[in-house]
């Protein structure tokens, strides 16, 4: 009887341990870091959240997320439960913190900030570069949302920072004036909004607070921008069991510019809220802005690419794929640039295949069959052709 006690015990003692380990493992995995950078003298704080199925081998997605007027990076962090969906996608979130304008934490855009002299668009692109340094972070997936004033300043991001986002969103927030008056982005941009038909701090109809732009505005903007179907698909959400006062319609509009989309959920008879947090609680924000990006890189839908909207003979001239044609392995150079991400599609647009590459690095094809088709870097394009 002893002995087998003592191997009941030692076989539970043994188990204790491996799930001790494990956990061990995950909690060193899951990092939640406080950080700080330098910038034109002045220091400047964020967080960063790593989950736990980081892999540094594998290049993953960076989320921004920021914080409204008045507001605290470490509050919004976790009030809007973004961190339990970074932990399932696997995707970095960064919640930066915003400086003092005359004692209040904002995002420089214009309108009520007007005057501020805080350059949030380099902090912004700081981060990126020091976030970079340490993580493995995926350039073509980088995402930024925010709420209220972090809402409209990634409306600025998208404006101003196009070449380093790939999509943004917005939950109670719109775009400033400046901000609209002065949007020149370098690509089609993907744009999910989230707003409260009866948010009293930012009006869902006009043009509060002062200097802003309302929410059809700001939304119309991207469609014209994206060159999107204007008629959308609309369609109710399911009314949750949980009394909110609110309902939910999702409008979707698509067929833009390398497959570009604008979603917008609007929230009848909501505030000024983050819904799944606070407020409504039909929809999960956090979820529904991450299902919507992360179909997105920084030439478009992932899995889309219009060949009717590329200059093949103009983009050819600066990306060079040899030997063409090919018929079990290619290599690729890029006058100006050195070549890290490529994409392989069909003439359909269907994407094939997708991959890292440096210039003395082949790239095998032979499971492709003899045709012709379109290889794309981040900024450039190439036809060529596999052979027998």
Partial sequence: MYLAYMNKLSCKTGLIVLLMLACMATSQAQETLSKQLS???????????????????????????????????????????????AD????????????????????????????SPADDLGFTEAMIDSVSEVYNIDQDRIYSCGFSNGGYFSFELACQLSERFAAIGSVGGKMSSETYAACSPSHAMPVI?????????????????????????????????????RTPIVSDIPDSPNPDESTVQRYFFGNGISCSAIEHYRVIGGGHSWPGAWGN??????????????????????????????????????????????SAYIFIESEGSEISQYRIYSLLGQLLDTGTATPSQEINVTHLVPGTYILKTRTRVAQFSIVE
């Fill in 39 to 85: 910038l034109n003298g002045t220091t400047r704080d964020y967080i960063i959240y790593v989950p736990a199925v980081y892999d540094a081998t594998t290049p993953v997605p960076l989320m921004f997320n920021f914080h409204g007027y008045l507001g605290q990076a470490e509050d919004h962090m976790n009030s809007t439960e973004m961190k339990p969906v």
């Fill in 88 to 115: 399932t996608a696997g995707f970095i979130v960064v919640y930066p913190q915003g400086s003092r304008f005359f004692g209040a934490t904002h995002w420089n855009v214009g309108a009520w900030t007007a005057g």
């Fill in 193 to 229: 909004t989230i707003h409260g038909t009866s948010d009293n701090v930012v009006s869902y109809s006009d043009s509060r607070p002062s200097g802003s732009k309302s929410v059809e505005q700001s939304r119309d903007f991207w469609i014209s921008y994206n060159q999107i179907d």
């Fill in 281 to 326: 609680r039909d929809i999960d924000a956090s979820a529904a802005i991450w299902d919507f990006v992360s179909q997105f890189d920084i030439n478009g839908r992932i899995d889309c690419m219009s060949t009717a909207q590329v200059d093949l003979s103009a983009a050819s001239d600066h990306l060079l794929v040899y030997p063409n044609p090919a």
